[in-house]
T-cell receptor, first 112, second 111 residues
Framework: SQTIHQWPATLVQPVGSPLSLECTVE??????LYWYRQAAGRGLQLLFY??????ISSEVPQNLSASRPQDRQFILSSKKLLLSDSGFYLC???????????FGAGSRLTVL | DAKTTQPPSMDCAEGRAANLPCNHS???????VYWYRQIHSQGPQYIIHGLKNNETNEMASLIITEDRKSSTLILPHATLRDTAVYYC????????????FGSGTKLNVKP
């Protein structure tokens, strides 16, 4: 069966520090991968999606970047965090043609 | 971008049916209606989807109006564990599978 892992689960970082959140999917090949962010009390905002290794599309301009170095690995990064980067970050995967988006457990980032 | 309108919150008594409405008046002919829910501090969970026929699974029923401009998600016997934010999404399958979530409806199931 397919599983999705995200880490770290919780992170507290100072303003201006770098960020790296990692997501891996097991049990499937060539998944579509996504990063969403949810600010406190808000809905989910699609940040990045990827249909293959090295293929990243950004949905909104921001202080973040994403990379997909391997088929089932998706990384969210920042060189210098802002206070506004605080939130709940969710990785998700799907298969092209499928109708279901499956989410990880999320990473809660607090920037102080 | 989200193309749906949902009430921000609803209450439901435990054991009663919860009926969550969604307006999608600009839905196009090849767009499906999907429902997800997000329990506090967890990732969203898929519930059900449909095109124009009513659908039912072990979690819920989806009723889509004949003109497809609105739909209702029905939880037949709500429990306290159904307290969550429910998202209604319209999308075209195969559009790189992008899902755009709106603000959703916070369903509060009360004992």
């Amino acid at each position: 069966s397919q599983t999705i892992h995200q880490w770290p689960a919780t992170l507290v970082q100072p303003v201006g520090s770098p960020l790296s959140l990692e997501c891996t999917v097991e049990g499937t090949s060539n998944p579509n991968l996504y990063w969403y962010r949810q600010a406190a009390g808000r809905g989910l905002q699609l940040l990045f999606y990827s249909v293959g290794i090295g293929q990243i599309s950004s949905e909104v301009p921001q202080n973040l970047s994403a990379s997909r170095p391997q088929d089932r690995q998706f990384i969210l990064s920042s060189k210098k965090l802002l206070l506004s980067d605080s939130g709940f970050y969710l990785c998700a995967w799907s298969i092209t043609g499928a109708n279901v988006l499956t989410f990880g457990a999320g990473s809660r980032l607090t920037v102080l | 971008d989200a193309k749906t309108t949902q009430p921000p919150s609803m209450d439901c008594a435990e054991g009663r049916a919860a009926n969550l409405p969604c307006n999608h008046s600009t839905i196009s002919g090849n767009e499906y209606v999907y429902w997800y829910r997000q329990i506090h501090s967890q990732g969203p969970q898929y519930i059900i989807h449909g095109l124009k026929n009513n659908e039912t699974n072990e979690m819920a029923s989806l009723i889509i109006t004949e003109d497809r401009k609105s739909s209702t998600l029905i939880l037949p016997h709500a429990t306290l564990r159904d307290t969550a934010v429910y998202y209604c999404i319209v999308r075209v399958p195969y559009n790189f599978n992008k899902f755009y979530f709106g603000s959703g409806t916070k369903l509060n199931v009360k004992p």
